[in-house]
């Protein structure tokens, strides 16, 4: 086996994916219920699912950090954190306007 060769990262690539996940579900989501957010189908996983994913990447991208000497891939790593942060932003931004806070 090559010394010169690392191992993946795993969590971060993990919390680099799992935004882009979040956001693939809100997608659909939204087309599955158009127009009709009050619905059920859309409100349990937007309140659910949505922020669990956004919360396990920030988990992930954090937890990789201190890997990134050992396992390399730092782009992912802060990458991941800065996206699972934005996209933490972006859905609190989302809720105020749901629930019709002005702002």
């Not at 010394?3 to 579900?25: I, Q």
Request: charge should be positive; charged fraction near 15%.
């Amino acid at each position: 086996m090559d010394k010169g060769f690392r191992k993946t990262n795993h969590l971060a690539v993990v919390g680099f994916l799992l935004p882009f996940v979040a956001g693939a579900l809100v997608g659909l989501l939204v087309v599955l219920v158009k127009k009709d957010f009050g619905r059920f189908q859309f409100l349990i996983p937007y309140l659910t699912v949505v922020p669990l994913l956004l919360c396990g990447g920030l988990v992930c991208s954090t937890r990789s950090i201190p890997l990134i000497e050992e396992r390399n891939d730092k782009d992912y790593a802060y990458s991941g954190l800065t996206l699972n942060i934005l996209f933490l932003i972006i859905y609190a931004i989302s809720l105020l306007y749901f629930f019709g806070f002005d702002l």
